[in-house]
């Protein structure tokens, strides 16, 4: 087994006023040539978008993108006519391929919108692009773990080009779960606590925290207070 642990304060951290982003691997102007990505992992955004403020339209290409509001409503409008509100509970996904034009905005004038922007590096170029977005049933991951995104479009959650595989899971205290890697053999997991604290295979985890984890068959998860995790399941080696 192999690890690397990135804590909650080690992150970039980018305060435009508007938006507040903590940046697990290099983005934007926080470069850091030890976490430019954990396999096809390549941006795990932490963002905070003040009310009614936004990011305006901007391109994309070649990467699968994904987001999933933790608080508050995100609105996004792209120009493959897809004009929606996301919410906590939803998950967006985005296939770039050969480009894609979209905004997000803070949908809400009385609060501000907290929302997790995650790129993953595809396994096919040049894609047709794609958008879809899915309310999960977040009853389905107490005291358990919820797959929430695959490289099946027939499997539970949204689908990407990638053999990836997202889960959420929401612990009560003293509560312990096991996550068996869907391809242990290529795969890693990047274990994100997104509230609580956690020990993951004997290693102690606070909100926000990171862990890495690699050449290895599962995760053995214990919840050390309340705790909502993600784990993000990505190919280590990029085509």
Same mark, same amino acid.
């Given at each position: ?27 934007? $102007? ?12 390549? %941006? +795990? ?6 009310? $009614? ?11 699968? /993108?994904?987001? /999933? ?43 501000? %919108?907290?929302? +997790?922007? /995650? ?25 358990? %773990? ?16 990638? $053999? ?64 909502? /995790? ?10």
């Amino acid at each position: 087994m192999k690890t690397i642990l990135h804590r909650a304060d080690t992150r970039g951290d980018a305060n435009h006023g508007w938006l507040h982003s903590k940046h697990s691997f290099s983005f934007a $102007n926080y470069h850091d040539p030890e976490r430019m990505h954990f396999g096809a992992l390549r %941006v +795990l955004n932490d963002d905070t978008v003040s009310e $009614n403020r936004g990011f305006g339209t901007h391109p994309h290409r070649n990467m699968e /993108i994904i987001s /999933i509001p933790l608080e508050g409503d995100l609105r996004h409008q792209d120009n493959m006519g897809n004009k929606t509100i996301i919410k906590s509970g939803d998950i967006q996904v985005m296939s770039a391929g050969t480009g894609i034009m979209h905004s997000e905005y803070n949908h809400n004038a009385d609060q501000p %919108v907290k929302f +997790l922007q /995650i790129w993953v590096i595809p396994n096919k170029q040049g894609v047709t692009p794609r958008y879809d977005q899915i309310t999960l049933n977040v009853a389905d991951r107490k005291n358990k %773990v919820q797959q929430v995104l695959s490289p099946h479009p027939d499997d539970a959650g949204v689908w990407i080009h990638q $053999n990836a595989w997202f889960s959420m899971s929401d612990l009560d205290q003293g509560k312990e779960v096991s996550y068996h890697l869907q391809d242990a053999q290529h795969n890693g997991v990047y274990a994100f606590i997104l509230k609580g604290d956690a020990t993951i295979n004997g290693q102690a985890l606070h909100q926000r925290d990171g862990l890495g984890i690699w050449e290895v068959e599962s995760l053995d998860i214990k919840a050390d207070s309340d705790t909502e /995790i993600l784990l993000m399941e990505v190919p280590m080696a990029l085509n």
